[in-house]
Every structure is written in C-alpha cells, then in structure tokens.
C-alpha cells in the first residue's frame, strides 16, 4: 500500500511550485529537523519561515520591496497594521 502524500493543501491557497535545494552538513540537518520539532513545524515550512524573516530583513535594511508581502488585488492601499503585523510574524518589525 502506498502510502505517500499526493500533496499538501497549503494555507494560503497558492500552490507552491519552485523547489530550493540547499546543501547542508549532517549536524546541520539534525539541529534543523530539531528545531522544527520544537515549534511544531514540519522542515520544510520551518526553513521556509526562517528564511522569508532573513530575507524580509534583508531587504528592508537595503530599502528594497518584499515581493512575498505584496499587497492583495483589488486593495488601493496597505494598511499600516496590515505591515506591522507581516512584519512583526517574519521578525522584521522596528521600534
């Protein structure tokens, strides 16, 4: 019996299709796939988290776009504590 998974329904309805592969040591790897255990997140979405927070910061500091934290279709604007709160999740927040 197969039992593989055909696929996750993601929570924000977009269907991811671009693959990143990085390679990483052993204890790397571990360390990773512990942390993810510990908040309660699969690897996948546990890299996936961390590295939009890093990239999110990233790009801020270099006053450039975030392109994952577009604003929705049809809104003319983004409200201030629709950023604040993206940005408070991702960790890219400033005082």
Do not use: Y
Not at 34 to 60: I, P
Request: charged fraction near 35%; glycine fraction near 8%.
């Amino acid at each position: 019996m197969n039992t593989r998974h055909k696929g996750r329904k993601h929570g924000s309805g977009k269907r991811r299709e671009e693959l990143l592969q990085v390679r990483v040591t052993e204890p790397e790897k571990l360390a990773f796939g512990e942390a993810a255990d510990l908040s309660g997140l699969g690897v996948s979405a546990w890299v996936r988290e961390r590295l939009r927070a890093a990239a999110a910061r990233e790009l801020e500091a270099a006053d450039r776009a975030i392109p994952f934290l577009k604003v929705r279709e049809g809104c003319q604007h983004e409200s201030p504590f629709r950023r604040r709160k993206a940005q408070s999740r991702l960790g890219t927040e400033r005082p």
